[in-house]
């Protein structure tokens, strides 16, 4: 990643937002195109033409929501502007870690930077400041209806441009001004439409979701390599994985995951070749292609959406000029649905990723579910010791609360301001949901491989320790074993998942 990113509004990537999230500030520092910069200029100018012209406009002359009729006074209008950031920062619940905050500035000074919001390029500016020093808004988790947009997370951030608010700097929790002061930077005074334009808009959503959309990607791969290592350990066969089966239901991921499937079980001396006896594997073996490639469906889905959204202008109103022609149109870039829709999707998907991982977790320590080929809950001295019995336990707790966060928040809707703003997303609801649930996959992912490598152990003492993984596994089983040991017998066995969970996250 280049040491410098610019931002036009029109060409940010996830590669960008990732880079910035968990970069160190100023690494990789944040500035914007001289392009833009003009946009942004004659966007500011618009406003201020329109305060001269004395012309009611939304937001700017007007109050807001439900007081969308009562006329603000030019001289009222900084007092407007401050009142809409500082009376909406109601959020609560814990603060966004410093990733997700800075992932939440990048993309909010990215759509401003469109030109179409009316902002400053002094107060866009700030906000690149903010990035590049590491002044880090306390942001609450929760709050945002999704339309219109997140307007009470953002109002925390917008708190700290004016010296209010709480923010992170150096580690240490500040009151805003005191967080300017330290990083040598001065609060701003919110000039007509800056207030509106940085409270309203989709950006806590979409940096939240974004953030898990790169994991769930990193997870549907990663259930690939988990489900073939249990597939090794279970003595299953790949015959279902054969090219000619998908072919004539060609839905693309499904045979994308196939064609995957193959390749990590590659070479592999643990599978079984045709048995008259035992000529197919149970479902959550069979069934893995059309399983986790319709899941894969889901986060492609996500990703092109979060792709649009990147750089998209999603505040209100939005001011348009052409030449000497201004026009404020109010509109309803704010709300949330694509994006709430999106989220509900990929949860479920990751929801069912994780019910069939523990669904295998249950066969691997199940002796009469594999068939004998592996000891009951994958211990050798049964009964003095439980082995691997809990294990099973919490992926299935941990896959009945993703179940249960599962239900759409998309489908729910709580009319606000005076029934003025009568429908809402929920999509920021929908972006906290979704991170749960991969964070629940991938604790279930880990105790499936720890499972799996404690399984694969079994058998190589039938087999034989020169036996050899397949291609796709040899690495995760070694990465495994390096930190976690095969467990002969009871003992603390947290420590262990603890270092499975680590290797995964890192992957």
Not at 143 to 152: E, H, V
Request: include cysteine; hydrophobic fraction near 45%.
């Amino acid at each position: 990643m280049a040491s410098e990113i610019i931002i036009d509004g029109e060409s940010l990537t996830f590669e960008h937002v990732i880079a910035v999230a968990y970069g160190k500030p100023g690494e990789p520092r944040v500035v914007i195109s001289d392009s833009a910069k003009s946009a942004v200029d004659r966007s500011a100018a618009a406003v201020q033409t329109l305060l001269d012209r004395g012309e009611i406009a939304y937001g700017i002359t007007t109050g807001f929501g439900a007081f969308k009729d009562k006329i603000i006074t030019r001289e009222e209008v900084e007092q407007l502007q401050r009142n809409v950031v500082v009376s909406h920062a109601v959020g609560v619940g814990t603060a966004f870690d410093v990733p997700t905050t800075r992932a939440i500035m990048l993309i909010r000074a990215n759509t401003l930077a469109r030109g179409f919001s009316g902002i400053r390029l002094s107060t866009l500016d700030l906000i690149l400041e903010f990035l590049n020093r590491g002044v880090h808004p306390l942001i609450p988790e929760k709050g945002s209806l999704g339309a219109s947009g997140d307007l009470a997370p953002l109002a925390h951030f917008a708190c700290v441009l004016i010296g209010e608010g709480e923010a992170d700097y150096n580690g240490e929790t500040l009151r805003g001004a005191d967080a300017l002061a330290r990083a040598g930077l001065s609060p701003v005074t919110l000039a007509a439409k800056e207030g509106l334009a940085l409270t309203n808009g989709t950006t806590v959503m979409t940096a939240v979701g974004l953030i898990e959309t790169v994991k769930a990607r990193k997870l549907s791969e990663l259930a690939d390599v988990s489900g073939c290592l249990s597939l090794e350990a279970l003595h299953g066969t790949t015959s279902a994985f054969d090219e000619r089966i998908h072919a004539v239901r060609p839905h693309p991921r499904q045979v994308e995951c196939a064609a995957n499937l193959r390749e990590i079980l590659a070479d592999s001396q643990f599978i079984r070749d045709f048995d008259p006896s035992n000529v197919q594997d149970a479902y959550t073996l069979r069934c893995m292609p059309q399983v986790h490639g319709a899941c894969r469906d889901a986060v492609l889905y996500a990703e092109w959406l979060l792709k649009l959204e990147l750089n998209a202008v999603t505040d209100n109103p939005l001011i348009f000029v052409d030449g000497d022609n201004i026009e404020v149109i109010s509109g309803g870039n704010f709300h949330g649905e694509p994006l709430a829709l999106a989220f509900d999707y990929l949860t479920i998907a990751l929801t069912e990723l994780g019910n069939i991982s523990e669904r295998r977790i249950m066969r691997l320590t199940d002796e009469a579910s594999n068939a004998h080929i592996l000891p009951p809950f994958l211990t050798e001295c049964g009964g003095l010791n439980s082995g691997f019995m809990i294990i099973q336990y919490t992926a299935a707790a941990l896959c009945t609360e993703n179940k249960i966060l599962a239900h759409p928040a998309s489908v729910d809707t709580i009319p606000s301001s005076a029934n003025v703003e009568d429908h809402v997303s929920m999509g920021a609801t929908g972006a906290l949901k979704l991170r749960q649930v991969a964070e629940n996959l991938e604790t279930i992912l880990s105790l499936e491989l720890m499972c799996a490598a404690q399984g694969v152990d079994f058998r190589k003492k039938a087999l034989g320790a020169d036996k050899k993984l397949g291609n796709g596994t040899r690495d995760i089983y070694n990465r495994i074993r390096s930190a976690v040991p095969f467990i002969e017998k009871d003992e603390y066995l947290k420590d262990h998942i603890e270092s499975v969970r680590a290797i995964v996250a890192n992957i």
